[in-house]
């Protein structure tokens, strides 16, 4: 069963408008989630992190929203860009199903931003 | 800083047969990862390593795959005999301490297929 789950496998949004990403989770530890982005390629690099103690932590154009109580979290990218166009994955680092560092990782969502 | 490094970047095999992969981590970085990430899924741990010693090896198929890093700084994932399923990307990421809340910096991983 998944721990982590990212639904939809794909995304499309105009420029400049929002994009949201969605991400569902089970047995974490401490709701501390991660997101990466990763570009064809190359390896995933960290994006925003949320912590339990907040609900929302915000870095430029990202948003990252955390729901503890529907064990759900979105991020959203304000206002998109083409540059944004990648596979965006959620992750846990302190799951259950995983050791400490273990991230574990959805499915991903593959975003792209038309001009 | 330079980031991760690995090589190769792509590999062709027959089953049955062996295969290596080498993960160069970011200087100073006590902990590395090597994760496989199969098309159209998430990455998933295969171990971890906190400076020589093993982590987590849970998910590692300890019949046919193999890893070390004997120093401490690089490693190597060997996998012998290859099979059909094995064909992905195997990326390698490292932090600089073993924990949740650490950066992985992942590499551009070695794209494997085995024919």
């Known amino acids: 069963d998944q721990q982590v789950k990212q639904n939809s496998p794909s995304l499309s949004v105009q420029e400049g408008r929002i994009s949201i990403l969605n991400c569902d989770y089970t047995?974490?530890?401490?709701?501390?989630f991660l997101w990466y982005k990763k570009y064809p390629a190359e390896g995933p690099t960290f994006l925003i992190s949320i912590s339990s103690i907040k609900d929302k932590n915000e870095d430029g154009r990202f948003t990252v929203f955390l729901n503890k109580s529907a064990k759900h979290l979105s991020l959203h990218i304000v206002p998109s860009q083409p540059g944004d166009s990648a596979v965006y994955f959620c992750?846990?680092?302190?799951?259950?199903?995983?050791?400490?560092?273990?991230?574990?990782f959805g499915k991903g969502t593959k975003l792209s931003v038309k001009p | 800083e330079a980031g991760v490094a690995q090589s190769p970047r792509y590999k062709i095999i027959e089953k049955r047969q062996s295969v290596a992969f080498w993960c160069n981590p970011i200087s100073g970085h006590a902990t590395l990862y090597w994760y496989q990430q199969i098309l159209g899924q998430g990455p998933k741990l295969l171990i971890q390593f906190q400076n020589n010693g093993v982590v987590d090896d849970s998910q590692l198929p300890k019949d046919r795959f193999s890893a070390e890093r004997l120093k401490g700084v690089d490693s190597t994932l060997k996998i012998q005999p290859a099979k059909l399923e094995d064909s992905a990307v195997y990326l390698c990421?490292?932090?600089?301490?073993?924990?949740?809340?650490?950066?992985?910096?992942f590499g551009p991983g070695t794209r494997l297929l085995v024919l």
């Open positions: 047995n974490s530890m401490f709701d501390y």
């Open positions: 990421a490292s932090s600089l301490r073993l924990s949740g809340r650490e950066t992985q910096y």
């Open positions: 992750a846990d680092p302190w799951n259950y199903g995983g050791s400490q560092g273990n991230l574990i």
